[in-house]
């Protein structure tokens, strides 16, 4: 890697408008309404938001649902996403990975790389007319350190990785870098920082768009036809994680819950779809080729990591068809791909850190696991026990409708815009 700086210029992502009306079957009245008044005093509020990549990945997801909506409420909204440059990249999924606890360090070269390309994009950024800054995620979050001239409103990073054991030293070097907001958002209160006032930090915990194409509710035979047009055989049992080929998503935990689970079922099925989409994600294929080498020649596991062959469409199918969803992470910003197969009515067996904990209650609309042992022991007890596995299942739906889909979320984000607009100047840090 050069001594320098990376040419990485912004890319202006297109959105388009959604009438937030088209939500109103999932919004209770005074939400719904709330959301009309704070937009109505908010109208023509130029926000700008940067993250990483325009897709791939829950934050993108997320952006392309949300920003429509708040263009349709009356907000100027503008959505940016860096380049895809390999070596900037490599430094900041390090980074990533050592703020939610890997062990390592940043090298100076890595760290000049970092900053050297955040100042090249905070150049592009100050040119930009705006109120109100927000930034997701490590990727570009030393853009405004570097700003020369700071948004009307300010600036706010919102935090979508897990925080609740990062690693010291990268804390140290992260920490200084979050001076300039005058709000961190973060997504549960287990990942509060230290050092950031608690008066400059808020907790908005995610949510799920329910007209994405991915969210549609299909039935069980729909999704299992659509599963076997992928090379499932629709009469054996079966159980999936949708999740990118990470270390933090534990895919080889799941190959070894699934050979216990398969000494039970030996007919069991399991698929891993963890499509490389995301350009902010250098590393996914090396993680692939161990859970590959992890997976050798069983001809029951399946992974799937070409986007051409899954689709939303079979994204849907699998967190619908399934008899159990994954998400045996061990470390978690919220879990999405969680959130959606409770949506769909499926029972999700994830791994019990903060960002899951804050949806599933362990044994009421999902199980919450620690070891291979107890995943695998899950897995056998849905697959066994169907009438558990759709009780499981309603209230999991149930848990999303009361709290987890869009409109709340875009509540929760106006009622932080109208802070960021009438709050005395602060910072925090």
């Not at 909506?69 to 909204?77: A, E, Q, R, S, Y």
């Not at 000049?112 to 592009?124: G, I, P, V």
Request: glycine letters at 6%; hydrophobic letters at 40%; charged letters at 25%.
């Amino acid at each position: 890697m050069a001594n320098a700086a990376i040419e990485c210029p912004l890319k202006l992502v297109p959105t388009g408008t959604r009438s937030f009306d088209d939500y109103r079957p999932y919004a209770s009245e005074e939400q719904f309404d709330q959301v009309r008044d704070r937009a109505v005093r908010l109208r023509g509020l130029r926000l700008i938001e940067i993250n990483s990549t325009p897709r791939g990945g829950g934050v993108a997801t997320m952006l392309q649902s949300i920003i429509p909506v708040l263009t349709g409420l009356g907000l100027d909204v503008q959505w940016y996403s860096m380049c895809n440059d390999r070596a900037f990249f490599d430094v900041t999924k390090k980074l990533a990975y050592l703020l939610q606890g890997g062990q390592g360090t940043l090298t100076h070269r890595e760290v000049d790389c970092y900053l050297k390309t955040s100042e090249l994009l905070a150049r592009q950024v100050e040119k930009i007319a705006m109120d109100l800054l927000l930034i997701d995620d490590p990727q570009p979050a030393a853009i405004p350190g570097h700003m020369r001239r700071a948004p009307d409103h300010g600036s706010m990073w919102h935090g979508h990785i897990d925080l609740s054991q990062p690693n010291p030293d990268a804390l140290a070097f992260f920490q200084p870098l979050l001076q300039p907001y005058r709000l961190v958002v973060l997504e549960v209160e287990a990942y509060r920082l230290p050092g950031i006032p608690e008066q400059c930090q808020r907790f908005i915990p995610d949510a799920i768009d329910p007209l994405a194409r991915k969210n549609q509710q299909i039935s069980r035979q729909v999704a299992r036809r659509i599963m076997a047009r992928v090379g499932m055989n629709p009469a054996w049992p079966a159980v999936a994680q949708v999740a990118r080929f990470d270390p933090w998503k534990n895919p080889i935990g799941v190959v070894d819950a699934y050979r216990e689970a398969r000494r039970r079922i030996p007919n069991l099925q399991l698929a891993l779809l963890g499509t490389f989409v995301a350009q902010d994600d250098p590393t996914a294929e090396q993680e692939y080729q161990k859970v590959k080498q992890r997976v050798g020649d069983d001809p029951l596991v399946h992974l799937f990591t070409n986007p051409k062959v899954i689709g939303q469409a079979e994204v849907d199918a699998f967190q619908t068809g399934s008899d159990a969803i994954l998400l045996f992470s061990c470390r978690e910003g919220f879990g999405l791909a969680a959130t959606e197969a409770m949506w769909k009515c499926n029972a999700v067996i994830a791994g019990g850190v903060p960002g899951l904990r804050a949806q599933i209650t362990d044994g009421v609309n999902g199980f919450l696991v620690n070891t291979v042992d107890e995943c695998a022991d899950r897995i056998v007890r849905l697959v066994h026990d169907r009438d558990l596995a759709y009780e499981i299942g309603q209230r999991a739906h149930q848990t999303v409708c009361a709290h987890f889909l869009l409109p709340r979320l875009i509540d929760d984000w106006l009622g932080i815009f109208e802070e960021m607009v009438t709050l005395p100047r602060t910072k925090a840090a």
